[in-house]
């Protein structure tokens, strides 16, 4: 009893020692003066360095998704027959998510910093391919040269990007608000895509340094610090379906039964919207019925002949913009028909070389189009009709491919919390 006592007296009310009466438990943004499990004295010569923490940096653009059960797979009429979306019941953890597509603006914004601080060929492999809009028989001539450059399109969703590119720019994006957040007010961004002449951030995604797992502790932006940003990434397929269904909104509090499911990202069975002044318009942005893209002149249904501003429609129940429609969007997840079968059921991820190996496909034989190289896509788009708005559809294209109905969104995880 005399040594507990002591103990307690020596940590000066401080210390999380356990038989300190009155001392509250130590947490990630008070971890107490002294190690709970050596008593040894944090941030001196003989004890470890331990940072200030209040919460996760603020990431520009994101929104916050609380994760939970629930039932992914299609909630439509398989009417192509793939059967490779069948339902079941999954956990996905609380995540952030991007607001809104990435658009134009974003896009030249990225290619200004790396044509100035990395090598050409990267500069040059991170083009958009501006060809997509070109077709043979249809004049989308000035799409090609106006729509990624033309300010009147700065805030529609990019196209023309590939997964890969979409990938890239991810890891840039990490690096580059990692450095605003930067305690100095911003150091040396240097050549992320193998620059010669510049030395990457310290701390900065994709660089060596005091960043990973075991750092030190004392590089002035590290992981251990606490002050910057985990990675930008392009969501999980479970994630994205997760964020699209957005069933918070129907979830009564206090019931733990799911008694409702939605078509859509919105409740109801219809494409249009059912209340107030701005009911029976449309909701998306998608093709009505073959050579109906928009509606009559004067009174237009969805309004875009093909994409349109990256806020336009109401958002989810979790504040995301065109989640439905639009563009379709690019997802991390290898693509195989009976990933519903053999993912696990918490955070389900398919990824390349994991069971199911594509040496199953004959691609060379072209009886099949699939691969490790080939990624899911989710969402529908303008071009397409309405069945492919249900969050539960899915189709895939090859990785280093694009086109002009396909764009991305970013996501992050949620650290440290399981709200």
């Given amino acids: 009893m005399k040594l507990i006592n002591y103990l307690c007296l020596a940590a000066t009310g401080l210390a999380v020692l356990g038989g300190c009466s009155g001392q509250s438990q130590p947490t990630a943004t008070k971890p107490g003066k002294y190690s709970s499990t050596t008593g040894i004295e944090y941030n001196t010569e003989k004890g470890m360095a331990v940072a200030n923490f209040k919460k996760i940096p603020e990431g520009p653009g994101l929104v916050f998704i609380e994760g939970g059960r629930t039932v992914l797979g299609s909630q439509e009429e398989d009417v192509t027959m793939s059967h490779d979306n069948i339902e079941r019941t999954v956990t996905i953890a609380s995540f952030y998510m991007d607001e809104a597509e990435?658009?134009?603006?974003?896009?030249?914004?990225?290619?200004?910093?790396?044509?100035?601080?990395?090598?050409?060929?990267?500069?040059?492999?991170?083009?958009?391919?501006?060809?997509?809009?070109?077709?043979?028989?249809?004049f989308n001539?000035?799409?090609?040269?106006?729509?990624?450059?033309?300010?009147?399109?700065?805030?529609?969703?990019?196209?023309?990007?590939?997964?890969?590119?979409?990938?890239?720019?991810?890891?840039?994006r990490t690096a580059k608000v990692n450095e605003?957040?930067?305690?100095?007010?911003?150091?040396?961004?240097?050549?992320?895509?193998?620059?010669?002449?510049?030395?990457?951030a310290e701390g900065a995604e994709g660089t060596t340094?005091?960043?990973?797992?075991?750092?030190?502790?004392?590089?002035?932006?590290?992981?251990?610090?606490?002050n910057t940003l985990?990675?930008?990434?392009?969501?999980?397929?479970?994630?994205?379906?997760?964020?699209?269904?957005?069933?918070?909104?129907?979830?009564?509090?206090?019931?733990?039964?799911?008694?409702?499911k939605r078509i859509y990202p919105w409740d109801g069975k219809s494409t249009r919207n059912a209340y107030g002044k701005k009911q029976g318009q449309f909701l998306a942005n998608f093709k009505r019925g073959r050579g109906d893209y928009a509606g009559i002149a004067g009174s237009l249904n969805d309004g875009a002949m093909i994409t349109e501003y990256i806020y336009s429609y109401p958002p989810n129940d979790y504040g995301l913009y065109n989640m439905a429609g639009n563009v379709?969007?690019?997802?991390?997840?290898?693509y195989r028909p009976l990933s519903f079968q053999d993912v696990e059921d918490l955070?389900?991820?398919?990824?390349?070389?994991?069971?199911?190996?594509?040496d199953k496909y004959d691609k060379k034989g072209y009886q099949s189009l699939i691969d490790d190289h080939v990624r899911v896509y989710k969402g529908g788009s303008w071009r397409d009709v309405a069945y492919w708005l249900s969050p539960g559809t899915r189709r895939f294209m090859a990785e280093d491919s694009s086109t002009a109905t396909i764009g991305f969104r970013c996501a992050m995880i949620n650290a440290g919390s399981n709200k």
């Fill in 180 to 200: 605003r957040l930067a305690s100095d007010g911003g150091t040396k961004s240097g050549g992320l895509f193998k620059k010669k002449s510049k030395v990457p």
């Fill in 209 to 226: 340094g005091t960043a990973g797992a075991l750092g030190d502790g004392k590089s002035k932006t590290s992981i251990e610090n606490g």
């Fill in 141 to 172: 001539d000035p799409y090609v040269t106006y729509y990624l450059r033309y300010p009147g399109f700065r805030y529609f969703p990019v196209v023309g990007v590939s997964w890969l590119q979409a990938d890239d720019y991810c890891t840039w």
């Fill in 230 to 260: 985990p990675n930008y990434r392009l969501p999980t397929e479970a994630e994205w379906e997760y964020a699209a269904q957005a069933l918070v909104g129907t979830q009564e509090v206090g019931n733990e039964n799911q008694e409702e």
């Fill in 347 to 358: 955070n389900p991820f398919r990824r390349n070389g994991v069971a199911d190996p594509s």
């Fill in 102 to 138: 990435v658009a134009n603006i974003h896009w030249l914004e990225y290619l200004h910093f790396i044509r100035t601080d990395s090598a050409e060929e990267f500069y040059k492999s991170a083009l958009p391919d501006t060809t997509v809009w070109a077709r043979d028989l249809s």
């Fill in 328 to 334: 379709n969007e690019w997802v991390q997840d290898v």
